[in-house]
């Protein structure tokens, strides 16, 4: 009796797995919250990029490439943003599945209308992304067509879960559609703004205010002396809203400059979870706009 139940125990936990779903991996914060929103309890989410980390200076760690081998998919942001880690976790991981051309492989970018192509690349011109600015998440718009992507993605490798993923979507859709009625009511149109990064043209597209000049003189490349002295005398004569900078990013620097020219520092979220309150999408695009203002 004691065998038979032992065998019968073991019998329901081989065909009755602890986590049956889907084993998602996410390179940045946004993306593995967007993943919760449709995929809620039928998938699980590693995400690989902390909040506080620049997504441009990531390296591969063994925990990424043992994350890979375990994924059913992969997803990603594109654009070369993770270059510097992403081949090697596709290469190393030796799964299948996740290799591009595959269902687990999942490129946000193929969704979004990008900006900032570039048909002729040299080092001259700092570290800039030949296929576009990968910074689109700034985007509403972005996010929301990535969603319907990552929504048909996963409700193609998990056919049995379809309608919920694409129940889970509609939802999302409408409360993403409501908030951004209320983000279009706060006026920026017309607003100049410093930036330090190139990582808010998607979100000045969007919402009509312009970036004039950056405190890098290049993506990539650190303010020289004269370079600051000139954007000095050129802000205390445009007299812009405010400097754009992220908390990981620049911001001793946009301090600085904002002490010597009286222009307020803006320090908006880079990512979900970069700054307090960002715990997910809605309220990581709260914050970014409501900081505009």
């Known amino acids: 009796m ?11 936990a081989l065909a009755s797995p602890a986590f049956a779903g889907l084993n998602v991996v996410a390179t940045l914060p946004w993306i593995g919250s967007l993943a919760k929103e449709i995929g809620k309890d039928k998938i699980s989410v590693t995400t690989l990029v902390k909040p506080s980390q620049d997504p441009h200076m990531v390296e591969a760690k063994p925990s990424m490439i043992l ?3 375990k994924a059913d998919i992969l997803m990603y942001d594109g654009l070369d ?5 992403l081949p ?12 591009p051309g595959k269902p687990g492989n999942f490129d946000c970018s193929r969704f979004v209308n990008v900006i900032e192509k570039h048909t002729a690349v040299d080092r001259s011109m700092g570290d800039v992304h030949p296929l576009g600015n990968p910074h689109y998440h700034f985007s509403p718009s972005n996010i929301l067509r990535v ?10 490798l998990d056919r049995g879960n379809a309608d919920y993923y694409r129940a889970n979507f509609k939802s999302f859709a409408a409360k993403w559609k409501e908030r951004q009625n209320q983000w279009q009511h706060i006026n920026l149109r017309g607003k100049k703004f410093v930036a330090y990064h190139h990582f808010f043209e998607y979100l000045a597209a ?7 000049e950056y405190v890098e003189p290049k993506p990539g490349i650190p303010p020289s002396a004269a370079h600051i002295e000139r954007l000095i005398e050129d802000m205390k004569a445009s007299k812009p809203s405010g400097i754009l900078v992220t908390p990981s990013i620049g911001l001793k620097e946009a301090e600085s400059l904002g002490a010597k020219t009286g222009v307020k520092v803006i320090v908006l979220p880079q990512d979900v979870g970069s700054m307090k309150g960002t715990d997910d999408l809605f309220s ?5 706009i409501s900081s505009l203002r």
């Open 2 to 12: 004691r065998k038979l139940v032992l065998s019968l125990i073991m019998s329901l």
């Open 67 to 69: 994350a890979g081998r």
């Open 88 to 99: 090697l976790i596709l290469e190393s991981s030796r799964n299948p599945k996740i290799v």
């Open 147 to 156: 969603a319907e992507g990552m929504t048909n993605a996963l409700a193609d």
């Open 206 to 212: 969007e919402y009509g205010f312009r970036i004039t």
């Open 81 to 85: 943003l993770e270059i510097g880690y």
């Open 284 to 288: 990581f695009m709260d914050k970014v």
